[in-house]
């Protein structure tokens, strides 16, 4: 399985990007996708997750009422609207999947590479 991660960019305090996922190699069936992301010098952190059958999400409240995950089955994608940022959501944001069985932890998942999320003051 291979994800590759897209949409990452500089963007202004308020302003909104889109972020891509394009997954493939398998069937993602009873798959969990997920964005995670990681800021200079932190760990990395769990941001919001999509059931790839169900469609049923979950996010930090820190992006809450801000974000929203998606997916387009037909194309192996699944997205991350981000929308009011702030510059405390400027980090590298990581896509992964979590296939079915896997530790809840994420240890077993697969990962994309990261895309760069810088928003301005």
């Known amino acids: 399985v291979q994800l590759q991660a897209s949409g990452g960019g500089l963007v202004q305090t308020g302003g909104s990007l889109r972020l891509s996922c394009a997954a493939s190699g398998g069937t993602f069936n009873n798959y969990v996708m997920g964005w995670f992301r990681q800021a200079p010098g932190k760990k990395r952190d769990f941001v919001s997750v999509i059931t790839w059958d169900a469609g049923n999400t979950h996010y930090d409240d820190s992006v809450k009422g801000r974000f929203t995950i998606s997916k387009d089955n037909s194309k192996n994608t699944f997205y991350l609207q981000m929308t009011s940022l702030k510059p405390e959501d400027t980090a590298v944001y990581f896509c992964?999947?979590?296939?079915?069985?896997?530790?809840?932890?994420?240890?077993?998942?697969?990962w994309g590479q990261g895309t760069q999320v810088t928003v301005s003051s």
């Open positions: 992964a999947a979590n296939p079915p069985g896997s530790s809840p932890d994420w240890v077993g998942a697969y």
